[in-house]
């Protein structure tokens, strides 16, 4: 889960970091400009729901695996 924040936290800074080259320095037309900025958000919106797909997981196997073991107490 770790991994997931940190890569989602770099993906949020690049889009940061490609708005304000462009605001500053504009070395992309405005087209590859908003390719970029679309594919870091996609990217980022994969990661994001990557992650809370895999915790969700996570829980519901835990929540399993402790029914269970209350199953076989009783």
Same mark, same amino acid.
């Given at each position: ?8 936290? #770099?993906?949020?800074?690049? #889009? %940061? ?8 320095? @504009? ?7 908003? /390719? ?12 994001? %729901?990557?992650?809370?797909?895999? /915790?969700?997981?996570?829980?519901? @196997?835990?929540? @399993?695996? #402790?029914?269970?073991?209350? #199953?076989?107490?009783?």
């Amino acid at each position: 889960m770790k991994s997931s924040v940190v890569i989602s936290l #770099g993906l949020f800074l690049l #889009g %940061v970091l490609l708005l304000l080259i462009q605001m500053w320095f @504009k070395p992309w037309s405005t087209e590859l400009f908003i /390719k970029l900025l679309v594919t870091d958000g996609a990217a980022l919106l994969i990661v994001l %729901v990557f992650s809370f797909v895999n /915790k969700e997981y996570r829980q519901s @196997k835990d929540l @399993k695996k #402790g029914s269970q073991l209350d #199953g076989d107490e009783s």
